[in-house]
């Protein structure tokens, strides 16, 4: 999924949503957190107007690290919080659930970890 850098347009927060064009160049639509909502409409109106005019949502924001890595972490939080996987792949636009279902490994290891910490 690609965040960074989108159009302008893209963001609805009466929807709380914003449209991201992802995997295959496929466009969906992805839900915000009401908090991101609240920080995006102050941005929109205080900061995004003194930026440079590009159609993007975010122009000046510049691309760290690999998108495998963001999808990785994005995917990995949700799933540790309690989303469900078929979620998750919806959200992430995975072809199928066996390819986000790799990002439970890490929560296996996480509960790994947390035994030996507690027992260890």
């Known amino acids: 999924m690609d965040v960074p850098r989108r159009p302008a347009e893209s963001a609805s927060h009466t929807r709380r949503s914003v449209s991201v064009l992802g995997k295959g160049s496929q466009r ?4 915000l957190p009401r908090p991101l909502v609240v920080v995006l409409k102050r941005y929109l ?7 440079p005019a590009s159609g993007f949502l975010f122009p000046t924001l510049r ?13 990995t939080h949700l799933l540790r919080s309690g989303v469900d996987v078929v979620v998750v792949r919806d959200l ?5 659930v ?3 279902s790799i990002y439970l490994q ?5 509960m790994r970890d ?3 910490r507690a027992f260890g």
């Open 114 to 116: 947390g035994v030996d």
């Open 98 to 100: 066996v390819t986000t």
């Open 106 to 110: 890490l929560l296996r290891e996480d």
């Open 63 to 75: 691309r760290g690290g690999s998108r495998m890595g963001r999808d990785a972490s994005v995917s």
């Open 28 to 31: 969906r639509s992805v839900p």
């Open 92 to 96: 992430m636009g995975d072809a199928s």
């Open 45 to 51: 109106t205080d900061v995004r107007p003194l930026l």
